[in-house]
Each structure stands twice: as C-alpha cells, then as structure tokens.
C-alpha cells in the first residue's frame, strides 16, 4: 500500500510540505450534472426564476468557490489560480444541466480540489436557486475529468 502523503509516521495528520518542488503549470477538469423537473429546466433556460440569473449566478459561485478551497478542504494547499472557466451545457431532453470547471496554476501542488470544489458549488447554487419549486433535484456524477501537471503526470478519465 503506498505511504500516505497527509499522515506522518505517528499517524498524525499533516499538510504536505511542498516547499522544495518548484512551480509548474497546472491544470484541472471535473464534471458534474444537476438534474431537475421539466419546469424547473425550463425555467431557467427561460430566466423565469424569481431569484435571478440561475446558470450566471452559479457560475460566479463556482469560481468564488475554486479561489476559496484551502479554506474549505482542510490540508489544501492556497493556490495562486490564474485561470478559472465554468461552463453550463444544457440537456432538455434529459431535464439536465451538465457542469464542467476548468482551472488553471502555476504553482507548487494540483488544481484538481479547486475545480472539483467549483463544480460542487456551481451545481449548489443551482439547487439554492431553484428549490422553493423543485426539492427533488438531483446533484451526481461529480469527479475530474483531467488533469495535468506535477509529478504524477497527466491524467485523463477513462469514459465520462
């Protein structure tokens, strides 16, 4: 089993010290979906809910979300992110919305919490924004899609 890169040889949690590894580009993608009542689709594709903007609102929150991850996951590392893209591919024939967050770095350690955390968030506004009419949405299938960068190389899901 390999060593676990948060535990110290005392069993201790611990951030990873990565401080000798020198910054490189990195780069992250993750998915997910929020799946929704015909009418709850429609509405937003129609700007017809009464809290505003449903997919801009998420997308702002997405990246909010991204910028803030150390401060919600608890051993990730502050990242200097340059770059953070939200983008929302509606399904109507599934009454879905697929979410994708790109996120960008030149920095010491991955991005890959980053754009996991903007996709979560993104799709929980969408939730927040749309539950006085729909409770029975559906947030799944969140996960990275790709990343690149770092020791570990480049990673690429197989299938979606």
Do not use: W
Not at 36 to 61: H, P, S
Not at 140 to 148: A, E, H, P, R, V
């Amino acid at each position: 089993m390999p060593k676990l890169t948060h535990i110290d040889e005392k069993g201790r949690v611990r951030m990873v010290d990565v401080t000798q590894k020198k910054p490189t580009e990195r780069t992250a993608v993750a998915t997910g979906m929020i799946s929704m009542n015909a009418e709850t689709f429609d509405a937003i594709q129609n700007q017809k809910v009464k809290k505003g903007n449903v997919l801009e609102t998420a997308r702002i929150a997405g990246v909010m979300a991204a910028k803030k991850t150390a401060e919600l996951i608890p051993m990730c590392h502050p990242l200097n992110i340059t770059h953070i893209q939200i983008d929302f591919s509606p399904d109507a024939a599934k009454s879905r919305i697929d979410i994708e967050a790109a996120v960008r770095a030149i920095d010491q350690t991955g991005v890959e919490m980053e754009a996991i955390t903007a996709v979560s968030v993104a799709a929980m506004t969408i939730y927040d924004m749309c539950k006085s009419t729909d409770k029975e949405m559906t947030i799944s299938k969140i996960q990275l899609l790709k990343k690149t960068g770092g020791k570990s190389g480049t990673f690429v899901r197989k299938g979606k």
